[in-house]
C-alpha cells in the first residue's frame, strides 16, 4: 500500500465539512502528513454574476470573484482555528468551475493520496443518498476516497 502523505479535504461548508476537516486532521496526525484544504466556487454562480453585470453592472465578475475568495479563505481559516489543525503543514486551494471536475483537477495537481469528504453538499433534501458532486467524486476520483458520515446515520 502506498504511503499516504497528501490527504486532501473537499470543503464546501456543508455540515460535513468540519467533521470530514476534523478527521482528516486526525488521520493527517497519525501520518504525519499534510492537508489541502480544498473548495470549488461554483462556475453556475460565477454565470449567474456574469449574466447579471451585463445587464446592471451592479456588480462585476471580478469583484464578486475576489469578495468570494476572501470570504471563502477567511471561513476556511475559521474552520482550521476550530477544530486547532494549525499545527499541521495545511495549505489552502480555491477553485473556479465544476465542482467534481475541480476537486478531481486538484487530486492530481496536488498528488493527493487520498480524499476526505461529505456523502452530501450543501442540500438539505433528505431523500438523497449521495449529492451529485460526491456520487462523481466517487465514480472518477483516482485516488481512494473516504465519505464522513454525520449524525444522523448512525
Known amino acids: 500500500m502506498k504511503k499516504i502523505s497528501k490527504i486532501m479535504v473537499a470543503c464546501d461548508f456543508s455540515e460535513y465539512s468540519k467533521k470530514s476537516l476534523k478527521y482528516a486532521a ?12 480544498t473548495h470549488v466556487i461554483n462556475e453556475r454562480d460565477v454565470n449567474s454574476i456574469r449574466m447579471a453585470a451585463m445587464y446592471s453592472g451592479a ?9 468570494k475568495m476572501e470570504s471563502r479563505l477567511e471561513r476556511i481559516d475559521e474552520l482550521v482555528k476550530e477544530i486547532s489543525v494549525s499545527h499541521l ?55 481512494p476516497l473516504l465519505s464522513i458520515r454525520g449524525n444522523r446515520h448512525r
Do not use: W, Y
Open 26 to 37: 486526525e488521520l493527517a496526525e497519525d501520518l504525519k502528513a499534510e492537508i489541502i484544504i
Open 59 to 67: 456588480i462585476s465578475e471580478n469583484d464578486f470573484l475576489k469578495d
Open 89 to 143: 503543514s495545511v495549505k489552502k486551494v480555491i477553485k473556479i468551475g465544476i465542482p467534481f471536475r475541480e476537486l478531481i483537477q486538484s487530486v492530481k495537481d496536488e498528488g493527493a493520496d487520498i480524499v476526505v469528504m461529505g456523502p452530501k453538499g450543501r442540500s438539505n433534501l433528505e431523500d438523497i443518498l449521495f449529492g451529485s458532486t460526491a456520487e462523481k467524486m466517487f465514480r472518477h476520483c483516482p485516488v
